[in-house]
Structure formats: C-alpha cells, structure tokens
C-alpha cells in the first residue's frame, strides 16, 4: 500500500437543522406582499482533455462522478473550526435532500438501491437538473451574505475508462471499502479495493469513501440582498406554502433578480495510473489489492456562484506548470486556478492538479477557502486556517499574459515556492 506524507485535512461539516428562512411568510403573502425568488441553475462545463504509466480522464473518460449532496446555502455568517464549520446565521437554503446525519451513513446504507436517489450524476445534465430550485425570500432575508456552503455525504460513486500513454486502459471496479491511518497521524483515508482487475473492462460503478463532508468559500466582498431586490414589475405563482391538506397555496408575488449559479467542470477531474511509483505519497481511492494499478477520486469541485440578473458572472482560468522535487516525487504536474467573479468581487474558485507528462501522479491541490485583497491590489487566496495558498495573485487583463505568484501546499506536502502562471481564457459563465 503507497504511504502517505503528512495528514489529511478532516473535519466533516454538521447536519443542518431546517431553518426555515424561506418558509416564513411565503405561505401566508397576499398579492402585492413584497417578496421574491432566488433561483439555482446548475450548469456544465468542459474542455480539453490534458496530455496524459499516469492518464488522465479528460472529459470524455468520465462516464459518471455521483455525489449526494445534501444541501447549498448562501449565509450571512458561520463559524469556522478547520475546514469544518458551525453556528451558521442567516442561511438562504437553496436546495436539500433529507438524509439525516451523513455522517453516521455506512457503506452498506450507500450500495442499498432504495438510496440510489440520493445521487446527483454532475455527469448527466438530467440528473444535474435535479438540483435546480427556485426558491421565494422576504423582506427578512435582506442583507449581507459572505458564504456559499455545499455538504454532501462522504460516499461517491464513479465510473471511469482511462487510457494510459502505454496502452494500456483503466477501468474502474467495485469491491470492499478498507480504512487505513497515515503514517504518524491519527488520520484515516479510505480504499476501494477493486474487485476485478482494474486493465479489464468495461469500467462499472465504483464506490468511495472520502474523508470529508462538505466545503465553503467566503466571497472576497459580500453580497447585497437588498430590498429594492424585492421590487418587480414581473409576478409569478408562489406554490411553495401548503394548506392543512397539503395543498398548494397560490399567490401571486414579485419575480425577484437573483440567480446562483451551480458550476462543475469535469475537465481532468480524475486520473489513473498503473505500475507507477513516480509520487509514493499517493494513496489511489480505487486500487487492486496489490496496488499496482488505481485510479485517483477528488473532492467535488463544485461552485456555487450567486449573482444578481442582469450581472456577467465571468470565469478567468489560470493554468501552471508545477515542478514537484520531494524525497518521495519528482517531475512535473499541471494546476488550473478558476476564478469567478462579478465585476472585481471574486465570489468563487476551485483549484485542480492534473498529470501532463504520464510519467507523475500530481500533488494534491489545497482548496481555497477564502480570498482577501492585500493593499497592492493582489489576492491573497487561501486555506482554511488563513494560511496564503497564493499569495499575491495578480489578476490578467489579456489572454496568454503572465505572472508568478508564492505557492504554499501546506498540508497537501511539499514546499513552499514561486510559480509562473498564465491566463488561459476569460468567459462569460452565465
């Protein structure tokens, strides 16, 4: 089994208690009542695939990334405790399924068929459609948000065929799920031993335990609900609210102005590898029991970006070349930065590492869960604890231009250093 150099970030984000903020008073408004509606709207979006013994998924490889996500929320403060989180004020639930404390849900609860319906498929756009809502506020629910928060229960189910420069082809299999502790940590990870071998297709689902439950990012500026947010000239039938027979109560209110766009790029999202010894600090969530052959499942990079109609929601993708030089890896690898912003409020990101060469499974990139503006006008981005990840990013005005930026890994491994990037696309993502 490939050990593992320091520890892996826990800290698994508490159930939610409903709260409730949409209920009040959409059931009892009249006509002319102020009020309005947020509406969610997941997308998709691709890419090329990435030159990838080290392949990766591109986007055609892929076939299926399920994840059961339990609930996405704005809100207008929480408490943070690592990467987990609690004390959460003024939450603007968009969507939720009820599956009690994830937390305590096993392996056997997961694979049981009448749970099936918990997973959203970000590969199919049917399944995707699920998420979307169109949920009313008030006037109680003005004010100032500076969260987006997705939970999910730790359990993934992925099907992928990866090709391999050599010829090979991985395919993803099922079998037991193993838990193992880091070297000198208390820390566990989680492996799906696969129950055939894994160059032997067709690939199938595969479940995988991770370690973590959620995640949150704290928009650089925060977002203004305000009332003049309620005022529309547009009515549409609010059905939320139900009579004591449980039916819908229909009233006509304000349209609202508010969107939140759901964002998942499959582009790169998993790799494969087989007989590769080139990053010995890579534990595969999918492997053989031998470990000679496994295939690489990450978080969910998923964004959930909140915008007001009329508002360009733009994405500024940033692409680098890692030189990776630890006792137990060397080689290159590469990193996409995407940022989401409106106007020069950056209110989202995510932070991916893909193979380039075929010959280095890549480090791990932390994930960004906050953004600050340092006094020159640069972003510092960074981990949970307030570490810089970057620090000092300057933005790119034109397409190919560059800049270096300190990168610090943190807990992920390896060491701090300076890092080239370049501007690899500016798009209007909404």
């Known amino acids: 089994m490939r050990t593992k150099n320091g520890f892996a970030l826990l800290g698994c984000l508490s159930a939610l208690a409903a709260t409730g903020c949409f209920d009040s008073g959409s059931s009892s408004q009249g006509p002319g009542s102020k009020g309005g509606r947020i509406h969610l709207l997941p997308s998709i979006s691709g890419g090329k695939a990435g030159s990838a013994k080290v392949g990766s998924s591109g986007t055609g490889g892929l076939e299926s990334f399920q994840v059961p996500v339990a609930d996405i929320q704005l809100a207008k403060g929480l408490t943070t405790s690592g990467s987990g989180w609690s004390g959460i004020t003024g939450s603007l639930p968009l969507f939720r399924q009820q599956m009690g404390d994830w937390n305590s849900i096993d392996s056997t609860v997961v694979r049981d068929p009448a749970w099936a319906s918990h997973f959203i498929d970000f590969c199919d756009p049917a399944s995707v459609a699920r998420i979307a809502s169109s949920q009313p506020f008030t006037l109680r629910d003005t004010g100032e948000y500076h969260w987006a928060v997705i939970n999910w229960a730790p359990y993934f189910k992925v099907r992928a065929t990866i090709p391999l420069p050599g010829g090979d082809t991985v395919y993803t299999h099922d079998g037991p799920i193993t838990t193992h502790i880091y070297p000198n940590s208390s820390n566990p990870y989680f492996v799906t031993e696969a129950a055939r071998p894994m160059l032997t297709g067709p690939s199938e689902d595969a479940f995988v335990r991770k370690n973590n439950g959620g995640t949150w990012f704290r928009f650089l500026k925060p977002l203004r609900l305000t009332e003049a947010d309620l005022d529309s000239g547009t009515t549409i039938a609010d059905t939320v609210g139900r009579d004591s027979l449980g039916h819908p109560i229909v009233n006509q209110i304000p349209s609202g102005t508010w969107n939140v766009m759901l964002v998942f790029n499959p582009r790169d999202l998993v790799y494969a590898g087989n007989r590769d010894s080139g990053n010995m600090s890579l534990n595969g969530d999918i492997q053989t029991p031998d470990s000679s052959t496994y295939v690489h499942v990450p978080f969910l990079k998923a964004t959930a970006v909140p915008y007001r109609e009329g ?117 209007k993502a909404n």
Do not use: C
Not at 376 to 383: K, R
């Open 311 to 427: 508002e360009d929601v733009m994405r500024e993708t940033y692409e680098f070349t890692v030189h990776f030089e630890e006792p137990w890896a060397h080689g290159d690898f590469g990193m996409r930065l995407e940022l989401y912003l409106i106007g020069d409020n950056l209110v989202a990101t995510t932070v991916h590492t893909y193979p380039t060469d075929g010959n280095l499974a890549p480090q791990d990139a932390p994930a960004v869960y906050f953004a600050e503006e340092k006094e020159d006008g640069s972003l510092s981005l960074q981990n949970y604890d307030h570490s810089p990840i970057f620090d000092g990013f300057v933005r790119k005005t034109t397409v190919g231009q560059e800049g270096s930026v300190a990168y610090n890994p943190g807990a992920q491994g390896g060491t701090a250093h300076t890092l080239t990037y370049r501007l690899t696309e500016i798009k």
